[in-house]
């Protein structure tokens, strides 16, 4: 029954910004721990961000720190990552996903993936 529909990727400039959505039925945000990942061409999957239930405690890949905020908005079931001063680097497809057991860190620990939004950032 859950869905995760992610949505908001596009070509854009480095030092551009993005805000992708990832808008979820079947589960409710603010009592479920999601997260974001992304997966480069040839690459595995791997951590962007998770933020976690009730208290809302977040956690970032060193690589975006400083220029990614994971968010909800409990109103619209919905979590968010906004992306600043984005890079050629993080072109990615970029999944949503539901933790269910393990770590938070861990692609192995979530499922319900989304179908995925393909974020490009030029040079």
């Known amino acids: 029954q859950v869905r995760l529909v992610e949505s908001g990727g596009r070509l854009v400039q480095a030092g551009g910004s993005l805000r992708l959505s990832c ?3 079947g589960l409710t945000v603010s009592t479920s721990t999601m997260g974001w990942f992304r997966q480069a061409p040839g690459k595995e ?8 239930w009730a208290v809302g405690t977040t956690y970032y890949a060193e690589s975006v720190k400083g220029r990614f905020t994971i968010s909800r908005d409990n109103a ?6 906004q992306m600043n001063n984005l890079k050629p680097e993080d072109t990615a497809v970029y999944y949503c996903g539901q933790f269910s057991a393990g770590s938070m860190f861990a692609r192995s620990s979530y499922e319900n993936w989304g179908q995925g939004t393909q974020v490009t950032v030029s040079s």
Request: charged letters at 20%.
């Open 76 to 81: 619209e079931n919905t979590v968010h990552l």
């Open 45 to 52: 999957r791997e951590f962007v961000a998770t933020i976690t």
């Open 23 to 25: 808008a979820a039925t």
